[in-house]
């Protein structure tokens, strides 16, 4: 079986530059089924022919990241095999070390996903250059999913909610939000009009976008989310409970669900409510041509 980690770092020095703490007696060929979850998790994100794409490429501000992603998705599944090998060689191994450098190892994952795919997104295409990974990108379909979406850019998305400007968790959240949409809010999209929309939709758009992050916070790992909401949990840290960080994933999708629950209420308010009908008056029934006008 071909190791994909050769075609990206040639050797094993080269992979050590980009995830640290990587042991010095190893090589690549220790890392294979890492390696290939590690680019698997990759391909997923930005698909295959992106992937190769950039490990062809000369473009370092693609290259470097791509690297990263990957050594250190590697590490971060290749740690607790480490930590039962060195348990087998009688050396201490510390719950809140393997969790602590997981945590490490994934945050670079991340910071590197989040390279990438906003260098993919603010590179400008030709007609002629449809080989790009930009190109590719385009083509993908997190991307395509856009066009589904109310909100399409990373950067619309943090100023109502913040996810510090993460493209990697707005591009893994894009079908939460259509799925929303789907379910419950584009019919309030539906029934905006030149009237009413500047008062209803930043509402609609709030309550869609916390919904979206409650599905996900009962969807994905916390260790996937950025710092902003990452640290609304304790366990978060150096030290995990499975127990209590599911609870308290539960209970903050909970809240951001009522939260959102509540927005739509008022939006059903101001869809309802029509300023230029007196429906509650017995003066709703004047005419100017009546001899006997009613009191309100």
């Not at 295959?48 to 998705?73: G, Q, W, Y």
């Not at 007609?127 to 950067?155: F, G, M, Q, V």
């Not at 499975?242 to 308290?248: F, P, T």
Request: net charge negative; glycine share 2%.
């Amino acid at each position: 079986m071909k190791n994909v980690l050769v075609d990206i770092f040639k050797d094993f020095g080269s992979f050590s530059k980009y995830a640290p703490g990587v042991e010095t007696n190893m090589d690549l060929n220790d890392l294979l089924s890492s390696g290939v979850t590690a680019r698997k998790r990759v391909e997923t994100i930005i698909t295959a022919e992106v992937f190769d794409t950039i490990v062809s490429s000369t473009d370092e501000t693609l290259t470097e990241p791509l690297r990263s992603a990957v050594a250190n998705m590697t590490m971060a599944s290749q740690l607790i095999f480490d930590s039962i090998n060195r348990r087998k060689n009688h050396v201490d191994v510390y719950k809140y070390e393997v969790e602590g450098m997981k945590r490490a190892y994934m945050d670079n994952y991340y910071n590197a996903m989040d390279s990438i795919i906003q260098r993919l997104m603010s590179t400008e295409i030709t007609s002629e250059n449809t080989d790009s990974p930009a190109a590719l990108w385009r083509k993908s379909r997190y991307y395509k999913i856009i066009d589904s979406c109310k909100i399409k850019t990373t950067e619309a998305f943090d100023s109502i909610y913040p996810i510090d400007l993460s493209y990697f968790f707005f591009f893994r959240i894009l079908p939460l939000q259509k799925e929303t949409l789907d379910e419950r809010l584009s019919a309030y999209y539906d029934r905006l009009t030149d009237d009413n929309r500047e008062r209803v939709e930043p509402i609609l758009t709030l309550a869609l976008l916390k919904k979206t992050v409650a599905k996900s916070l009962r969807r994905f790992d916390i260790l996937e989310f950025p710092p902003t909401i990452r640290n609304l949990f304790d366990d978060s840290h150096a030290s995990r409970t499975g127990k209590d960080e599911h609870d308290a994933a539960l209970a903050l999708a909970d809240r951001l669900d009522l939260e959102a629950e509540e927005l739509i209420s008022n939006a059903d308010t101001l869809l309802a409510t029509d300023a230029s009908v007196d429906f509650c008056s017995n003066s709703a029934y004047n005419n100017p041509d009546d001899n006997i006008i009613m009191l309100p």
